[in-house]
């Protein structure tokens, strides 16, 4: 937090602690809520708000109902997030996966048009489930 210029609470650090120990999902409001003794909704909020500004989370965008937040690379700051992968959406399990190995082709816009993001959401069997899936059979 010290590196992003937040200020250091029990709370943040027990919000971030919950991406840094599976780094490659994406947690909904609702999974890290479920995951808080004791919150206030405005606080998590505000939170969540402080970190994505920051360059320490960012919003996965998966095709779910859901919003949810992943883990910022190391070089993602405030003026810049460097997070351009796709998020897979597993149909089984429901969990969000970061594809930070996975390429995002380039777009070639029309005329006066100017990308500033772009959110890639594949949905599938994700490795986890598919081994389950195959011991099955």
Not at 2 to 26: C, D, G, W, Y
Not at 33 to 52: C, G, H, N, Q
Not at 105 to 127: E, H, M, T
Request: aromatic letters at 8%; proline letters at 4%.
């Amino acid at each position: 937090m010290q590196r992003h210029h937040l200020r250091h609470t029990s709370f943040r650090e027990q919000v971030l602690l919950m991406f840094l120990e599976n780094p490659k999902i994406a947690l909904s409001q609702s999974n890290i809520e479920s995951s808080l003794e004791a919150f206030d909704r405005i606080t998590l909020y505000r939170t969540m708000k402080s970190f994505v500004s920051a360059g320490v989370l960012h919003k996965a965008i998966d095709g779910g109902e859901e919003l949810k937040y992943a883990l910022c690379h190391e070089d993602c700051n405030p003026s810049q997030h460097n997070d351009d992968h796709p998020h897979f959406l597993c149909q089984k399990c429901g969990s969000t996966y970061c594809l930070d190995d996975v390429h995002i082709p380039s777009f070639q816009l029309p005329d006066n048009y100017k990308l500033l993001d772009i959110q890639l959401a594949i949905s599938g069997i994700c490795d986890r489930c598919n081994v389950h899936l195959t011991c099955n059979l």
